[in-house]
C-alpha cells in the first residue's frame, strides 16, 4: 500500500500526519524571537530542522530522529529550549506518532519533552499544557492571552 502524501500550507501531510514550516514573523511591534521551523522534500527523503532557541533562551538541548517506511524517510533535528517562552516554528510529529503508524526508527537522540504546545498567532506567546497543568481545550471560553489579551480563538496547536 502507498503512503500518502499530501502538499498543505506550509508543508506536507505525510502518512496522516503534518509536518510544517515557518519563520519568525517579526514586525515593528514584536521583538524577533530567532525562531523558525524548516521543511525540505528531496525525493522519497523530507527533511525538518526548526531552531526554538532564542537570545533570550538559556536552557538549549538537541533531539533528532530518523524515521522510515516503504521507501520514504523523514529525518527530524530540533535545537530546543526548556525556558522558551515565544516560537515562531512548528514542532514535528512526536516519533511515537510515526511508530504508531508502522515507521521504523533508524536512529534517534534525545527526547522531545514539550507536548500539548498552543502559540498565540497575535504575539508568539506559547501556552504549555504540561507547565500549566491545563489542557488548552478545558480553558474557559473567555481566557485571553496573559502577554497580548488576544482572545483563545487565535491560539493554534503547535505541538
Known amino acids: 500500500m502507498e ?10 501531510r505525510v502518512d496522516g500526519l503534518e509536518i510544517k514550516q515557518a519563520k519568525c514573523g517579526c514586525t515593528s511591534v514584536l521583538p524577533c524571537c530567532h525562531s523558525w521551523s524548516k521543511l525540505k522534500r528531496n525525493g ?26 516503504e521507501g520514504l524517510v523523514v529525518e527530524v533535528s530540533m535545537e530546543d529550549a526548556r525556558d522558551k517562552v515565544i516560537f515562531s516554528g512548528y ?3 512526536r516519533l511515537e506518532e510515526w511508530q ?21 498567532a497575535a504575539c508568539k506567546w506559547l501556552y504549555k499544557e504540561q507547565k500549566e497543568q491545563v489542557k488548552f481545550e478545558d480553558l474557559p471560553e ?16 503547535i505541538g
Open 3 to 12: 503512503i500518502s502524501v499530501e502538499k498543505i500550507p506550509g508543508g506536507f
Open 44 to 69: 522519497d527523503v523530507f527533511t525538518f530542522t526548526a531552531k526554538a532557541t532564542t537570545p533570550e533562551t538559556r536552557d538549549h538541548f538537541s533531539w533528532v530522529y530518523r524515521v522510515q517506511k
Open 91 to 93: 514542532y514535528p510529529p
Open 100 to 120: 504508531e503508524k508502522g515507521w521504523a526508527v533508524l536512529s534517534k537522540e534525545g527526547g522531545r519533552e514539550d507536548v500539548g504546545l498552543w502559540r498565540c
Open 142 to 157: 473567555g481566557w485571553k492571552c496573559p502577554v497580548c489579551k488576544a482572545g483563545k480563538n487565535v491560539f493554534e496547536k
